[in-house]
């Protein structure tokens, strides 16, 4: 059984960190790209940030480009989402997913390329 669980979501203030884990088990986490994704309320779910499996490179929506870093843990199957500086714009539900998808970054982090989805942990930034 596939199984993707965020945590780490919760309450910060402008200019702080929180820091996302996504546990994973069920398939063959090595071999797969890893996202994370964030829907705000009445917006469109959109991409944050993905990790290739192929050859390690990382894509950043330019929202977050320089706050966010998405370490992934082959050892434990765990993807994380470390943001920086937030802001109150990066209030919403985070998502993690996994695609079977090979090849740059870049080129696979989209909500079609991913097979497999968590249920979501609520970040607020406010003060």
């Known amino acids: 059984q596939v199984q993707l669980v965020e945590s780490g979501g919760g309450l910060a203030q402008p200019g702080g960190s929180l820091r996302l884990s996504c546990a994973t088990s069920?398939?063959?986490?090595?071999?797969?790209?890893l996202g994370w994704f964030r829907q705000a309320p009445g917006k469109e779910r959109e991409e944050v940030s993905c990790?290739?499996?192929?050859?390690?490179?990382?894509y950043y929506a330019d929202s977050v480009k320089g706050r966010f870093t998405i370490p992934r843990d082959n050892a434990k199957n765990t993807v994380y989402l470390q943001m920086n500086s937030l802001k109150p714009g990066d209030t919403a539900v985070y998502y993690c997913?996994?695609?079977?998808?090979?090849?740059?970054?870049?080129?696979?982090?989209?909500?079609?390329?991913?097979?497999?989805w968590g249920k979501g942990t609520l970040v607020t930034v406010s003060s």
């Open positions: 990790i290739s499996s192929t050859d390690g490179s990382t």
């Open positions: 069920g398939f063959a986490f090595n071999y797969y790209a």
């Open positions: 997913a996994a695609g079977s998808v090979w090849g740059p970054a870049d080129r696979l982090c989209t909500s079609d390329d991913m097979n497999y």
